[in-house]
């Protein structure tokens, strides 16, 4: 059984790097097909696809956060990580993890997630 847990600061000040770490347990970020990603819901709002990185490293960037998106991984931890600079109040939402699966060029869906956690953005 594959599991996500996201961690990190639940309160960022407008204008800092927001931080996120997703430690996966029960299977590898290497294992081939597999794209982690994270998404976001802000409140009362819609989810938001904000990008992933792929079992072999690449990565992918919703166009219109790409200009202030970083992922990247830690393979020894098993670990991948979101970092989110000059966050405005807009930023604020509950972040989640999840893994992706593709057969060849299709997606089959986000099949697990992590249980999300609140990230505030406020002086």
């Known amino acids: 059984q594959v599991q996500l847990q996201e961690s990190g600061p639940g309160l960022v000040k407008p204008s800092q790097t927001l931080s996120l770490t997703c430690t996966v347990s029960g299977g590898s970020i290497t294992t081939n097909h597999y794209y982690w990603s994270w998404i976001r819901q802000p409140p009362g709002k819609g989810l938001e696809w904000m990008g992933a990185?792929?079992?072999?490293?690449?990565?992918f960037y919703n166009s219109s956060l790409k200009s202030h998106i970083s992922i990247s991984r830690d393979t020894s931890k098993n670990q991948f990580s979101l970092q989110l600079t000059s966050v405005t109040p807009e930023d604020t939402a509950v972040y989640f993890c999840?893994?992706?699966?593709?057969?060849?060029?299709?997606?089959?869906?986000?099949?697990?997630w992590g249980k999300g956690t609140l990230v505030t953005v406020s002086s």
């Open positions: 999840a893994r992706e699966g593709y057969s060849g060029a299709y997606s089959v869906g986000m099949d697990y």
């Open positions: 990185i792929s079992f072999d490293g690449y990565t």
